[in-house]
């Protein structure tokens, strides 16, 4: 790694100003799992990194009783995985963080990390779109939202201006009813990244699906939502051939590319198989 | 202390599963690698490397980079007058003089206090590159007109291939006219293969295709380099042959070899990888320009881009049989892709396409083909595994095309003793027919129509099984045995201990010598005081090592023996070794004690010489070694994802010296064969350039994506190996990659030829079938 | 640019160390502290040979800026076991000769004592995946498996 200057702050204010009083070659590092590496290969060298570890208001999960889930962008990917509440009511989320690297990356990765990162394949992306949350942004104008579906901008660029920081997600709970799931392909069992990512959330009144939604990861240069999918199965039971129909509209909404991790057409093609298991996981998790 | 498991085996010392003596050291992170040591005054290496695969360098300016703080040597190949603008070997390329052939080529090297530091400097040297067309696809290289990769007249380096006893007899052939880039060239034939082909019922015709895989050592290439006042170097290393990195540093710097000492630190893993030079003449450099100790140690981007992988090797089959399983003819080409340098084990491969399986009539080619990537190096049974995934393909698909039970198809066709090799050589003593038999008895196979059956929640189950193995290497070697005054034993070799071979040699010095294993102590000496010793590799260290040893504690017994016949006045003859003393046979009270013994060599004025045992055999005759594997597995078929439910390796090793270290290596090997079936592969683009330069991307087996390793030893003793044990490092590696392709193939009735046979391939295959 | 102080416990001892800002926890334990047990293997965070415990919990040291470490709890293999006295995990791997080339095992076995902690009865699944993060090239996992069921006191669980 080359050198540079690296700030400590104790809070998110003393966070904010030393952005403000920093240049543009500024990083802000969590849990260094996406960051290091790129400091390493030097794809990134910034003169200044701010290190928000010791932040504690950034490592606070809140299940506010029952109304959702205020979940601090320094929660470790490991956090996500095991707390009560996030597997209670927000299984998807709980099973992405679940599945990111290994128990020595989970213990580091954050929440924040991963969609500021915003890789196409960012794991924990698809559940929040699926969960329609909320990106707590603050600088040095004060705080503002951001719903996760506008979130991303492009590969590796979001809404986020330089002097601003991400603090916090806010997931609304989907309520009785819902379920959810995240699935994806990786060719190891561990230590891998998503070929495919796919999350699914489900609510039902009287068998009936009032809502649906479809998150898709790996497939286009932002983690997105397949509208159309979702849009076929609201309104109606959710059967196995409207799951199916669904899946193949997801396919349609995917814009994959080859890369050395898989072809389109592989991807294309476990898209719909995922969507359709993902979906059934989902039915059947909101049935229960 | 080690705790000995004491069973119930014939010979003293043999076949007992003892416990390594470095594995106290290892668990609790006391042992040395190169990288652990820090020296006094130590500087940090690093190298600036080519991004283009074919570029001529115009200019190369450090001015900026010596000028940074902290920077205390930057050089050049103009700072290196001994560098040839036409380097034989990839150890003669320290640094790109004026032409760079593969991606990652060092072009300039830098010392500095800190590695951020010397980091900082590669960005601030200036690199003017002129770029060339490339040569990426070994198949375009092959070709007439091909950019052209070795600089014309570089000879073909056959020093990897000499390293792992490779095969006599095999003819060389002339270079078809303008194909610069064939820098090997061989063929095999017997009798007629075109009529044959024309009178068989059953003709199949497939092409099998392994990428490039990178052996995968945990520890990366590293070197400590330090110079003394005198003009001495010592280098500290990380390597599978002290005494080969001597020679080629020696040669590369046109330096004598007895002022350069190699001390052989542990080395985290080597499969092949570390037996050439590669870090230690540019390390050696920047220490002596520096005055200073330099460290060296690659980064794992750096093994993946500009280590010295595996080659990507192309088989084209054509067989033809008849109906009734008679074995007609077999033509084809095995092409070996070399990567900037030759240094393809060819031979073997053609060895073991026409002969493991004897066909009557047969003609095939091998080439050698040089391409701009990073040149090869030997990896485990070099080209065996990649062989063997193509002829036991082959002959899995003709077993099913002619309703053959596959097992018995192979065992009815299979070499045995004396039959002649593609090469006229004949057949020396093998367990490959005793190995694939007693698998075949496992319940896993035998049960393999049930398991089929039982397919259920949409996924697809199958089990496959396949024969390979390794003909063995040679190489001169020698050994030191020395009674101490105590009567404890002292064993010396040059033997790096990469396979826990050391213990194995101890418990053959004990027997040989007539001691108990407790009482001997075994050293892998550095180069200034150990004997001459070969490589780490080709599976031959306990083959021939293990020789040297005996006959070493063999030599020694006999000169304890002749000084206490002396003492006892009694015949040699008569002389038993029990209980560390020498004894009359029937008479136990008249005796002397081995530390007697011992003490009179080393007293002052005495006139018993002290006993020093020695051997240094040269060997002629290889001991094969084959293994079979066996794979029951559960397939995806909608993600094509493969899940391995049982795994089961049964390899002839001999004479197991050591049952405990044997099922580690047999466990060991076959993981590395699945992970080149299933997941590995190093990825470039049309420019050559890797796209997989990380262990996210370039992926190697998980405890998570594995069962456990069952294994099953046989013993088919060698003539000539030490209480009959062959080599048993390389046989692993070579059978899953044929064994999973069948399986899927059972599972799914789907044939991949191209591995890895990654998911995706599977998922695709299935859907379009 | 100046040094910083870091201040943590590693292997139950207080310890003030001078880092620079750049370096990682495992550069600073090995050429800061002597602590050479955690290794470099790949400085991405896709191996595990560089794994230490953090407050207990395994990480990968070559993904942490030492500075990250300040105030926390630092567990490497060193640490592993007391003076004289293997950890019983350190005693089942050398007596079911999983050591072969050793590199990983400084990792292996800090990812197997965290597991063991957490979950002291883990199925083989749980083994599996408890050091799936740790790359191992000369083994195939299946002794370490075993070493690890043996001082678990579990019963392996057949994998699904």
Redesign the interface.
């Known amino acids: ?3 540079f200057e690296l700030i400590l702050p104790g809070s998110v204010d003393e966070c904010v100003k030393a952005l403000a009083q920093s240049g543009p070659e500024t990083k802000l590092l969590a849990g260094g799992t996406d960051l290091l ?1 790129q400091l ?3 794809l990134l ?1 910034p003169a200044r990194v701010i290190d928000l570890s010791g932040v504690a208001r950034l490592r606070a999960i809140e299940a506010g009783n029952g109304k959702g889930l205020r979940i601090g962008s320094a929660v470790t990917a490991r956090t996500l995985e095991l707390d009560r509440a996030v597997r209670a009511s927000y299984l998807s989320l709980a099973e992405s963080g679940a599945l990111v690297g ?1 128990v020595q990356v989970r213990n580091l990765a954050t929440l924040g990390g991963n969609i500021c990162n915003a890789a196409p394949s960012a794991d924990m992306a698809p559940p929040l779109l699926a969960l329609d949350a909320e990106a707590v942004i603050t600088g040095p104008k004060g705080e503002r939202r951001v719903p996760i579906a506008t979130f991303f901008t492009g590969v590796r660029r979001t809404v986020l201006a330089p002097d601003e920081i991400l603090v916090e997600i806010v997931v609304p709970n989907p309520g009785a009813h819902s379920g959810g799931n995240y699935l994806r ?1 990786t ?7 998503a ?1 495919v990512g796919v999350a699914s959330q489900l609510t039902l009144a009287n068998g009936i699906c009032t809502k649906a939604r479809i998150a898709l990861a790996a497939v286009a240069p932002v983690p997105l939502r397949a509208t159309a999918a979702e849009q076929a199965l609201e309104g109606q039971a959710v059967t196995a051939d409207r799951i199916k129909r669904a899946a193949d509209l997801a396919v349609d909404a995917a814009r994959p590319i080859s ?5 389109a ?2 991807r294309s ?2 898209v719909r ?2 969507t359709r298991r993902t979906l059934t996981t989902a039915l059947a998790r909101a049935s229960a | 202390m080690s ?1 000995v498991m004491k069973t119930t085996r014939d010979v003293k010392g043999i076949g007992i ?1 003892i ?2 003596p ?12 190169v ?2 040591l ?1 020296p006094p005054g130590l500087l940090h290496a690093k190298l600036l490397r080519s991004p283009h695969a074919h570029a001529r360098i115009i200019r190369i300016d450090v001015s900026r980079a010596r000028a940074l703080p902290g920077v205390r040597a930057v050089l050049t190949a103009a700072d290196i007058p001994v560098l040839k603008k036409k380097a034989p070997t990839r150890a003669h390329a320290v640094l790109a003089i004026d032409r760079v052939v593969f991606a990652g080529q060092p072009v300039a090297a830098v010392a500095a206090d ?1 590695l ?2 010397a ?2 400097a590669l ?1 601030l040297i200036e690199v003017q590159y002129e770029v060339l067309p490339v040569a990426s696809d070994p198949l375009e290289s092959m070709k007439p007109g091909a950019p052209p990769v070795a600089e014309v007249g570089t000879e073909a380096d056959t020093s990897e291939a000499l390293a792992h006893g490779s095969v006599a007899g095999v003819t060389a052939e002339a270079k078809p006219a303008k194909a610069v880039n064939i820098s090997q060239q061989a063929r095999l034939q017997r009798g007629d293969v075109a009529k044959a082909l024309a009178e068989s019922d059953v003709v199949i015709e497939k092409t099998y295709r392994v990428p490039m895989v990178h ?6 290439h590293a070197v400590l380099a330090q110079w003394d006042r005198a003009g001495n170097l010592t280098l500290w290393a990380s390597t599978q042959g002290s005494f080969n990195t001597r020679s080629e540093v020696a040669d590369v710097l046109e330096l004598p070899e007895n002022r350069i000492k190699v001390i052989p630190m ?4 080597g ?1 092949g990888g570390k037996i050439r030079a590669l870090c230690e003449p540019i390390t050696a450099v920047l220490a002596r320009a520096t005055g200073r100790p330099v460290r060296y ?1 690659m ?3 750096e093994e993946l881009e500009a280590g010295m992988p595996a080659p990507q090797v192309i088989i084209r089959l054509k067989t033809g049989v008849k109906r009734d399983g008679t074995l007609m003819a077999i033509e084809g080409e095995a092409i070996l892709e070399s990567g900037a340098f030759s240094g393809a084990v060819l031979a073997v491969s053609g060895v073991f396409l026409a002969s493991l399986y004897l066909w009557p009539n047969f003609d095939v080619k091998g080439f050698e083909v040089l391409t701009h990537k990073p040149s090869i190096a030997a990896y485990r049974a070099p080209v065996a595994p990649q062989t063997i995934f193509a002829i036991d393909s082959q002959m899995e698909q003709i077993a099913k095309a002619i309703g053959a039970d596959p097992v018995e198809f192979r065992l009815r066709h299979l070499q045995r003793e004396g039959d002649k090799m593609a090469n006229n050589q004949p057949w020396l003593s093998n367990g490959a027919a005793e190995v694939l038999t007693r698998l075949a008895e496992h319940p896993i196979w035998k049960k393999r129509a049930e398991w089929k059956a039982s397919s259920k929640g949409g996924k697809l189950r199958g089990t496959g099984i396949s024969l390979g193995g390794w003909l063995g290497g040679l190489q001169p070697t020698g050994a030191t045995v020395r009674l101490n005054p105590d009567g404890t034993l002292q064993v010396m070799t040059g033997q790096v201990d ?3 071979t050391n213990i194995a040699l101890a418990q053959i010095a004990a027997t040989a010598y007539g001691v108990d294993i407790d009482n001997v102590k075994i050293t892998t000496g550095d180069t200034d005081v150990a004997p001459m010793t070969g490589l780490s590799a080709g599976s031959k260290t306990t083959y021939t090592v293990g020789v040297a040893v005996m006959q070493a504690a063999q030599d020694a017994r006999n000169q304890t023996l002749g000084i206490a016949a002396k003492e006892l006045e009694a015949s040699v003859h008569d002389l038993e070794i029990e209980n560390d003393k020498v004894v009359v046979r029937g008479v136990p009270d008249k005796g002397i004690t081995l530390a007697s013994i011992g003490k009179k060599g080393n007293l002052y004025m005495s006139k018993v010489e002290p006993v020093l045992g020695t051997a240094h055999p040269a060997f002629s005759v290889q001991a094969p070694a084959f293994c079979a594997q066996l794979a029951r597995i559960e397939v995806d078929p ?2 094509g ?1 493969v899940t391995l ?1 049982n795994f089961v390796v049964a390899q002839d090793v001999g004479k197991a010296i050591n049952p ?2 044997i ?2 290596q047999m ?6 064969s699945l992970g080149m079936a299933l ?1 590995e592969a190093l ?1 470039y683009d049309d420019k050559a350039r890797l ?2 330069p ?4 370039y ?11 069952e294994t099953i030893i046989v013993e088919k003793p060698a003539p000539h190996g030490p209480f009959g044990a062959r080599g048993v490092g390389e046989p692993p590696i070579v059978p899953a990659p044929a064994a999973i392709a069948n399986a899927i193939e059972d599972a799914t009735g789907v044939r991949l030829t191209h591995l890895p046979l ?3 391939r599977i ?2 295959a299935i ?1 379009s079938a | 640019m100046a040094k910083q102080v870091l201040n943590c416990t590693v292997n139950d001892e207080l310890a003030e160390v001078l880092v ?1 800002p ?1 370096e990682t926890l495992l550069e600073a334990l ?2 800061r502290m002597g ?10 965070g ?2 595990g ?1 560089c794994t230490v415990h953090l407050d207990g919990k395994p990480v990968a040291s070559c993904l942490l800026l030492a500075m990250q470490a300040r105030g926390h709890v630092v567990r ?3 640490g ?2 007391k003076l004289g006295l ?1 950890h019983p995990l ?1 005693d089942a ?3 079911h ?10 990792g292996v ?1 800090m990812a197997a004592a965290a597991l063991l902690t957490e979950n002291p009865h883990p199925t083989e699944e749980e ?3 408890g ?16 070493a690890i069921t043996e001082t678990a006191g579990a019963t392996a669980g057949r ?1 699904s």
């Not at chain 1, 890369?259 to 072809?263: A, E, T």
């Not at chain 2, 542990?266 to 893993?269: A, S, V």
């Not at chain 3, 000769?97 to 400084?106: E, L, N």
């Open positions: 790694m080359r050198r590496p390493k290969n030097g060298k290994s392909h060719p190891r069992r561990e230590l891998d990244i070929v890369d050395q991790r898989g072809s057409e592989f093609h476990l198989v995922l | 705790s599963s416990l390594r470095d594995a106290p050291d290892k668990v609790t992170g006391q042992i040395q690698y990288a652990d820090n800190e951020a530091i980091e900082e960005d052996q995968g050592y945990l520890e990366p542990e080395c985290g893993g499969f140690v980064t794992r981007r990469i396979a826990g909608d993600t994802e439910h405990l270290q099922e580690g466990q060991g090997g076959a993981v590395q997941t990825i796209t997989n990380s262990l996210l991307d992926r190697k087996l998980t405890s998570a994506d594995l069962p456990n390793i990654s998911s995706e998922a695709l859907a | 620079q750049w090995r050429e602590l050479t047990g955690p290794k470099e293997g790949c400085g991405t896709d191996c040979a490497t293999i060193e592993l076991g293997l350190q791997f050398v007596r000769g999983v050591p072969q080339c050793g590199f990983c095992i400084p076995l083994i599996r995946y050091i799936a993060g740790n790359l191992c090239r000369c083994t195939g996992y299946t002794k370490m498996l075993a994998r």
